[in-house]
């Protein structure tokens, strides 16, 4: 089987896309009620997601599907600050095709796309319940930081959350 990892440009690919963020969005909820006792309101997010996916297409987003066989199995999406930074959102990688490489595949492609792009950064945000991400990230030469102005976690919150970035640079080349 061949992993495909393309850019969503069809209504189905944007279906399936919101349906792994609906995944994404149903497991962190419960996940953030049995960590840290928070309730969240998923079909806000959701429906926020929605309307703003623009914010996630080209020319300055990124919103990558992950297929094997045209069965969609994960996504990550990507988006611009106002400083001309990147941050990845919403990855998520079904259970089942977990431990493959996908999760890589799908952030090495969304570094690929940055450098083309020009960026010079990529931030990201995740709750601190994600150990398996957070080592990835790193393997992949993500770094903690601080909190960052953009980010949509709110102030009160972000005391349970990893903040990461990757320089993109000449030096910092692990995915080429």
């Keep these: 089987m061949v992993l495909s990892i393309e850019q969503v440009q069809s209504p189905q ?27 969240w309101d998923i079909q806000a997010t959701l429906e926020h997601d929605r309307v703003s996916l623009g914010q996630f297409l080209p020319p300055q987003g990124r919103l990558l599907l992950a297929s094997l066989e045209n069965m969609p199995i994960g996504v990550l999406s990507m988006k611009v600050h ?9 990855m998520y990688v079904r259970p089942t095709h977990r431990g493959v490489g996908v999760g890589r595949a799908l952030v090495a492609r969304a570094i690929e796309e940055a450098r083309q792009d020009g960026r010079t950064l990529i931030r990201l945000d995740s709750a601190g319940y994600m150990h398996e991400a957070h080592r990835l990230y790193r393997r992949l030469g993500f770094r903690n930081t601080d909190s960052y102005a953009e980010s949509e976690i709110p102030e009160p919150l972000r005391r349970h959350w990893v903040f990461m970035e990757l320089p993109l640079n000449a030096e910092n080349s692990s995915t080429r």
């Design 13 to 39: 690919q944007r279906v399936n896309a919101l349906g792994l963020f609906r995944k994404y969005l149903e497991w962190n909820e419960g996940e953030l009620d049995r960590q840290y006792g928070i309730k």
């Design 82 to 90: 106002s400083d001309g930074a990147v941050e990845l959102k919403r």
